[in-house]
């Protein structure tokens, strides 16, 4: 019996010894392959996220927000953004006009944290194939190729489980979505429960 004992203690010991000495060896690796400089390796996890950049402006949270999720501005390529942008008279069907400056600071903060200027994984796939049938840039999220791909298993009794009138109300089932975050494993489905894809 003590043995038995003696052998797996000597057994999990060796195996948290491999584990170590993997997680060291792959560190070592990376840093070998991409230098120590901390901006690399930064670079490095933002292409493994699975979010976009969390990017806040109060006045397009107040502004935008109060309608509707202010969707993380690496969602959209800058000249998405800017087309939205060019026509708040008819925003989607409403009415969404500002004053002029305010109107320009949105823009501002929307273009130049868009996904054409993002390293996070998720808003580099966003753009990868941009446009639409017309030769513009996409307005709409759920028009983008890589949107489509991602939510192709949704149906609409899904969407109208969920509470959501439509696929762009992200945060009726990415709980995080307003964070920036659209892990799989973080959807939760009214009715449903956790999403499993």
């Known amino acids: 019996m003590k ?6 203690a000597a057994l999990s010991l060796m195996g ?4 170590g ?9 990376w840093r070998y392959s991409h230098g120590d400089d901390d901006e690399d390796r930064w670079e490095h996890m933002m ?8 990017k806040s402006s109060p006045i397009y949270v107040e502004e935008c927000g109060s309608c509707h999720m202010a969707y993380p501005p690496g969602l959209l390529p800058s000249d998405s953004w800017r087309r939205i942008m060019a026509d708040l008279a008819d925003h989607f069907g409403d009415n969404a006009e500002l004053d002029e400056q305010t109107a320009q600071q949105i823009s501002d903060f929307l273009t130049s944290n868009a996904a054409d200027k993002s390293k996070y994984r998720r808003s580099q796939q966003m753009v990868a194939v941009v446009g639409s049938s017309t030769g ?3 307005m709409r999220i759920t028009d983008y190729p890589y949107f489509k791909h991602e939510h192709d298993e949704v149906t609409d009794r899904l969407i109208k489980q969920s509470g959501a009138a439509s696929l762009s109300h992200c ?5 995080r979505a307003v964070e ?3 892990n799989e494993h973080e959807i939760w489905i ?8």
């Open 3 to 8: 043995t038995t004992i003696f052998s797996l």
């Open 16 to 19: 948290v010894l491999v584990v």
């Open 21 to 29: 000495v993997g997680a060291a060896m792959s560190d070592s690796e």
């Open 47 to 54: 292409r493994r996220s699975t979010g976009v950049a969390l």
């Open 136 to 138: 513009q840039a996409a």
């Open 171 to 175: 945060n009726a089932c990415h709980q």
């Open 180 to 182: 920036g975050s659209f």
């Open 190 to 197: 009214k009715g449903l429960g956790r999403w499993d894809d």
